[in-house]
């Protein structure tokens, strides 16, 4: 992207200058898909990746083709991903390669097969929080964007120690958003988060250790058949597999209301823990036979 005389565009994020490749231009377009086949799927040997970014197109930058700005902030995304999938089609790479996108439209489906909910907070709340990840996942499912999953235990940390006030992730978040996305998930993905030192891993205590590990056996063992189902009818039928409870319900008015609730398929529901210290919560049971998946009452 460039200004009107020319120059190259570049805009600021934190530490970095960084511009937008114009895929108006063919010769662009060609340029990074070579970079991905030749060093994503070539000398790196990547099996897949964070289609990262495609949302900063700005309002007043020019273009090869001359398109309008405000059109081609809304389409960048498509580009974005359409290119990527286009290098991994060339490259004979179609059927094993997993790239995932936060940035989209309902135009995104056809081009990204994996989203993910963007940079939370590593709170409980449903602003930005585990919370936030849950409602992201069911309305974008409800949107079209049918797979989908969030960092675990959150990304972004806010650390103003003079200030008084801190934003990091506590083993109790942490735990809760295993046991959530487990559930919730097609991928189970766990991040360092933007400042590692301040947030608590998955490998700072063997307990939590051995707590992360039992809950990605249940997803990629126990729940792995079950699972490939739910894709494989989102990818035959555009139906996600993580559903509000008004998609199974829609004539439950009860559950029309629900926002902490989920279903996982039409078979399981869940409802996670969104408040710290908290070891109990009230859950809605709408119409039917219903068994604890842990305790089996």
Known sequence: MKHDDGSAYLMNSVSINFAMVDFTNPEAREWVKDMIKENMLGEAGAWGWMHDFGEYVPLDSTTFDGADPFFNHNDYPRQWA???????????????????????????????????????????????????????????????????????????????????????????????????????DMMMRTHPGLTPAQMYQVWDDPETTDFFAKFVTIHSKVLKEYK????????????????????????????????????????????????????????????????HYFTKQ
């Open 82 to 184: 359409e290119v990527c999938r286009e290098a991994i089609a060339e490259a004979n790479r179609t059927e094993d390669i997993v790239y995932f996108m936060r940035s989209g439209s309902t135009l995104s489906p056809q081009d990204t097969g994996l989203f993910w909910m963007g940079d939370q907070m590593p709170t409980f709340d449903q602003y930005d929080g585990l919370h936030s990840a849950m409602m992201g996942l069911l309305n974008g499912g409800l949107s079209g964007l049918t797979l989908g999953h969030s960092d675990i235990g959150g990304y972004t940390t806010v650390y103003y120690l003079h200030g008084g006030f801190e934003y990091v992730r506590s083993k109790e978040l942490l735990e809760r958003w295993i046991e959530m996305n487990t559930f919730s």
């Open 228 to 291: 490939l189902n739910l894709m494989r009818l989102a990818h035959t039928e555009g139906q996600a597999p993580t559903r509000a409870l008004l998609v199974e319900f829609p004539d439950d008015a009860e559950a029309r209301k629900i926002q902490d609730q989920f279903m996982l398929g039409e078979d399981l529901m869940m409802a996670p823990v969104f408040k710290s210290r908290q070891k109990k919560r009230n859950v809605y049971f709408p119409k039917g036979s219903w068994t």
